[in-house]
């Protein structure tokens, strides 16, 4: 089993600061790489997809990257309605998906 | 538009079975897998697995495997995740999930179904 580490595992930071996320893959996952954000009581949201690729309708200010093991999810001027918590999903060619154990991102 | 809708909260008590539902709308039922997700109170998102609607192959996570079954029936575009002899530790949110057009990621998700086991 390909096993995810996140990190931090939560961080306190400003309205406008550049916020960076690591995720880890236990071994070479290629762009395999998906990340989430998920509000209290709401249903995950898909932010980035194939490790860089942003989905359709989500601000700019959100962005990935990576490749093979270790991967950056990054914020580049948090808002206060970004407070969430945020997951890295990795996939294989048999659709077997993995999510790390998440970062809880709130303000300062 | 594309909508997942899961059935309601269900409270069951311990050795009791289970089936839970999520109905797809708004597009081609069979042209995109339904994956299950579990949220345990206060903890991270675990995947359990996947189904091909069309023609039910069904993936598990390791963990998954055995412990729960996916299903659907194409005929009412509804996939169903189930268990045999609910655990307390089975308390949590389920939600499904399916992928959009050349994305390997869940963009469009349930709103949940609270599963409560509790004697």
């Known amino acids: 089993d390909i096993q995810m580490t996140q990190s931090p595992s939560s961080l306190s930071a400003s309205v406008g600061d550049r916020v960076t996320i690591t995720c880890q893959a236990s071994q070479d996952i290629s762009n395999y790489l998906n990340w989430y954000q998920q509000k209290p009581g709401k249903a995950p949201k898909l932010l980035i997809y194939?490790?860089?690729n942003l989905e359709t309708g989500v601000p700019s200010r959100f962005s990935g990257s990576g490749s093979g093991t270790d991967f950056t999810f990054t914020i580049s001027s948090l808002q206060p309605e970004d407070i969430a918590t945020y997951y890295c999903q990795q996939y294989d060619n048999l659709l077997l998906f993995t999510f790390g154990p998440g970062t809880k991102v709130d303000i300062k | 538009e594309v909508q997942l809708v899961q059935s309601g909260a269900e409270v069951k008590k311990p050795g009791e079975s289970l089936k839970i539902s999520c109905k797809g709308s708004g597009y081609s039922f069979t042209s995109y897998w339904i994956g299950w997700v579990r949220q345990m109170p206060g903890k991270g998102l675990e995947w359990m697995g996947i189904i091909y609607p069309g023609d039910s192959d069904t993936r598990y996570s390791p963990s998954f495997q055995g412990q729960v079954t996916i299903s659907a029936d194409k005929s009412i575009s509804t996939a169903y995740l189930q268990w045999s002899s609910l655990k307390a530790s089975d308390t949590a949110m389920y939600y499904c999930a399916r992928p959009g057009p050349g994305v390997v990621a869940a963009t469009h998700w349930g709103q949940g179904t609270l599963v409560t086991v509790s004697s």
């Open positions: 194939d490790a860089s």
